[in-house]
């Protein structure tokens, strides 16, 4: 089939190289434009328009999708059928009703839980068990199309946004390629969504860093979990402030106040919460060094 691809970080990766491999004509890439990144400032190409200059697509680039000379463009290339998984911007309804196929998106939830900008973060940071990716016709409310397909997968209590992020990525290009197929096929079937079940997961801020030792061992856990690797958790202990990284939930059970240090051990720093249950600790980064293992910190800056 005749395919415009439209995504931009890692996570729509899988996806265009799954369509590479099954043979579609990929006639062009849409994604963001190069941004600037660490300390050199140096402009560096998003993962999806590495993946397409290696295979020879040509790449578009637009600051804006809404402009007439880019939907003229788009024309241009005459797809049967869009393909967007992570594209970042808003698509307009003059191009989401251009391929007479149709325009689909790969979303990392079970739709309609969780539409918006960081579905796999929120899964994680409100402690669901399960989660997946669906795919869907594009509306031009959010995340709002027909049920295309869906694939769920269990989360791990453990198991962070990087690991699950992943798992998702492979799982949305297995998905898309056998949603892609129907649709060749005439044989896809569409499901209006439940608008009344949906959920939102809006983009990540660091006001979601710190954390309150109020609460459970369990919602701290999940928030660790959910904001790894960006913002990462926030926390002062003993004068000293840290991201956090990782943790586990103990065993134990302590009488201590919340937020309290109850100890260290060989794995970290063992902490006080609302439950009154005990956190471990087990990576972080202080100010000015770099991320490592809490027991690693431990052995140059003892906290008890």
């Known amino acids: 089939m005749r395919i415009v ?26 994604t963001q434009p190069d941004k600037p990144k660490n300390r050199g400032m140096k402009l560096v190409a998003p993962p999806v328009k590495q993946c397409a200059i290696a295979h020879g697509i040509p790449v578009e680039q637009p600051e804006r ?33 251009l391929p007479p196929k149709g325009c689909i998106n790969v979303h990392s ?4 839980k969780y539409r918006g900008a960081a579905p796999i973060h ?29 694939s769920a997968t269990p989360i ?59 609460r459970s061992a369990k919602q701290l856990h999940d928030q660790v979990r959910g904001l790894t690797p960006w913002p990462a958790c926030s926390v002062e202990i003993g004068g000293q402030s840290f991201k956090v990284f990782a943790s586990e939930i103990t065993d134990q059970t302590t009488s201590k106040a919340p937020g309290t240090l109850v100890g260290t051990d060989q794995k970290g720093i063992l902490m006080a919460c609302g439950d009154g249950r005990v956190l471990r ?14 027991a690693d910190y431990l052995r140059g800056h003892p906290l008890v």
């Open 5 to 30: 691809f439209m995504g931009t970080p890692d996570f729509a990766v899988p996806s265009l190289q799954r369509l590479i491999d099954d043979g579609h004509e990929v006639v062009a890439v849409y």
């Open 65 to 97: 999708v809404r402009e007439q000379a880019v939907l003229d463009q788009l024309a241009a290339y005459a797809p049967e059928l869009i393909v967007v998984a992570a594209y970042g911007k808003i698509l307009p309804k003059a191009l989401i009703d």
């Open 109 to 112: 939830s079970l739709l309609p």
């Open 122 to 150: 929120w899964a994680i940071l409100n402690g669901e068990r399960e989660t997946g990716v669906t795919i869907m016709d594009i509306a031009e409310a959010l995340d709002a199309g027909d049920i295309l397909s869906q």
């Open 156 to 214: 791990d209590p453990d198991e962070t946004v990087e690991t699950l992020h992943d798992r998702l990525a492979e799982m949305g290009a297995d998905l898309l390629s056998e949603t892609v197929k129907a649709i060749e096929a005439g044989t896809v079937r569409r499901i209006p969504q439940d608008d009344s079940q949906s959920t939102y997961a809006p983009m990540l801020s660091r006001e979601l860093s710190p954390m309150d030792w109020s």
């Open 281 to 294: 600790i087990t990576q972080v980064q202080a100010a000015g060094k770099k991320r490592m293992s809490a």
